[in-house]
């Protein structure tokens, strides 16, 4: 039988609640020419579904049920459950349909528990990129979501130790450079910074373009989409020594990281639990590491190609 939404070039895709796995999608569809509906998990059914392991564990039921309809799940892996039965229904998913991860990192975590992975495809820029600019003024800029969770399982507070993308920080970054501007996104409110939301691509490349340097704070990522679109902008990143952004930001500073707390993610996903490795060091080094790239440059020509949108051609 004919799928007639392929020959329509429509794929339906449903994706984990985050932005940007919506904005993940659009850019899929973008690079292959389709038109693409756009829905949240549980929404079925759906030919691609592009979410992290715990959303694609959780919505398992839903997704095996409409399995023979989906082309392929791209997979964000971000840490380890905590039963064996989760990486089972994972399992289950990519044994009978095609599983891509964005990350090297994220494979080998995966198939340690026979997960079967069709291929790495990093996550791309999202298009359009405007022009770097030709003058800075702001010494640094950070721009991120704001997450915190357990240092315990099942525990009913949060713990500093796990709030994610390092902003606990930021109070001594602004101490040192006065200038530097912190974008959150949504409405968590974190002291000397701007929120924001809704916000073109475009837009979110002139704020990462607006400083020398990019602060990257965050001590855990399943791949990290921030940092390589500010490289893409001509700015200089500074980050923690961690394994993925080895491999995905390798034009960074690093700064070494000598204390790491797991990490527990339960409240959200109580059927899937869930937990990873948060990692960072000292923050008077990483200050220091930021002052010696104020004037670095950055071959921001290379990291466009690395990372153009004809990496997500290989899907369809």
Same mark, same amino acid.
């Given at each position: 039988?004919?799928?007639?939404?392929?020959?329509?070039?429509?794929?339906?895709?449903?994706?984990? #609640?985050?932005?940007?796995?919506?904005?993940?999608?659009?850019?899929?569809? #973008?690079?292959?020419?389709?038109?693409?509906?756009?829905?949240?998990?549980?929404?079925?059914?759906?030919?691609?579904?592009?979410?992290?392991?715990?959303?694609?564990?959780?919505?398992?039921?839903?997704?095996?049920?409409?399995?023979?309809?989906?082309?392929?799940?791209?997979?964000?892996?971000?840490?380890?459950?905590?039963?064996?039965?989760?990486? +089972?229904?994972?399992?289950?998913?990519?044994?009978? +349909?095609?599983?891509?991860?964005?990350?090297?990192?994220?494979?080998?975590?995966?198939?340690?528990?026979?997960?079967?992975?069709?291929?790495?495809?990093?996550?791309?820029?999202?298009?359009?990129?405007?022009?770097?600019?030709?003058?800075?003024?702001?010494?640094?800029?950070?721009?991120?979501?704001?997450?915190?969770?357990?240092?315990?399982?099942?525990?009913?507070?949060?713990?500093?130790?796990?709030?994610?993308?390092?902003? #606990?920080?930021?109070?001594?970054?602004?101490?040192?450079?006065?200038?530097?501007?912190?974008?959150?996104?949504?409405?968590?409110?974190?002291?000397?910074?701007?929120?924001?939301?809704?916000?073109?691509?475009?837009?979110?490349?002139?704020?990462?373009?607006?400083?020398?340097?990019?602060?990257?704070?965050? +001590?855990?990522?399943?791949?990290?989409?921030?940092?390589?679109?500010?490289?893409?902008?001509? +700015?200089?990143?500074?980050?923690?020594?961690?394994?993925?952004?080895?491999?995905?930001?390798?034009?960074?500073?690093?700064?070494?990281?000598?204390?790491?707390?797991?990490?527990?993610?339960?409240?959200?996903?109580?059927?899937?639990?869930?937990?990873?490795?948060?990692?960072?060091?000292?923050?008077?080094?990483?200050?220091?590491?930021?002052?010696?790239?104020?004037?670095?440059?950055?071959?921001?020509?290379?990291?466009?190609?690395?990372?153009?949108?004809?990496?997500?051609?290989?899907?369809?």
């Amino acid at each position: 039988m004919t799928d007639v939404s392929s020959l329509l070039n429509i794929a339906i895709i449903s994706t984990g #609640r985050a932005q940007s796995y919506q904005t993940i999608a659009d850019q899929i569809c #973008r690079a292959n020419g389709y038109k693409c509906p756009i829905y949240i998990l549980p929404h079925m059914p759906a030919n691609i579904i592009i979410a992290s392991q715990y959303d694609i564990a959780f919505w398992s039921h839903h997704i095996l049920h409409h399995v023979n309809q989906i082309k392929f799940v791209y997979m964000t892996v971000e840490g380890e459950f905590m039963n064996r039965h989760s990486w +089972t229904k994972i399992r289950e998913i990519c044994n009978r +349909t095609r599983c891509y991860v964005p990350s090297r990192w994220g494979r080998e975590l995966v198939e340690i528990y026979n997960v079967k992975v069709q291929d790495v495809i990093p996550h791309a820029l999202p298009e359009p990129i405007p022009d770097p600019p030709k003058e800075r003024s702001i010494s640094t800029v950070y721009l991120n979501a704001y997450y915190i969770f357990m240092c315990r399982p099942f525990a009913v507070n949060t713990c500093i130790e796990c709030e994610r993308k390092g902003w #606990r920080w930021w109070s001594e970054i602004k101490r040192e450079f006065p200038d530097a501007l912190g974008f959150v996104s949504g409405c968590t409110k974190v002291e000397g910074t701007m929120g924001y939301r809704s916000t073109t691509v475009e837009d979110v490349y002139r704020l990462l373009g607006l400083g020398r340097v990019y602060t990257n704070l965050s +001590t855990h990522e399943g791949f990290g989409i921030n940092p390589v679109m500010a490289l893409a902008m001509g +700015t200089a990143v500074v980050a923690w020594d961690i394994p993925i952004f080895r491999e995905t930001i390798p034009e960074s500073i690093f700064v070494p990281v000598d204390n790491e707390q797991k990490c527990y993610v339960n409240q959200r996903y109580m059927l899937e639990p869930g937990w990873f490795i948060s990692r960072w060091g000292d923050i008077n080094s990483f200050i220091k590491s930021v002052k010696k790239a104020m004037n670095t440059s950055v071959d921001y020509v290379s990291v466009r190609q690395k990372y153009s949108l004809k990496l997500y051609t290989k899907f369809l």
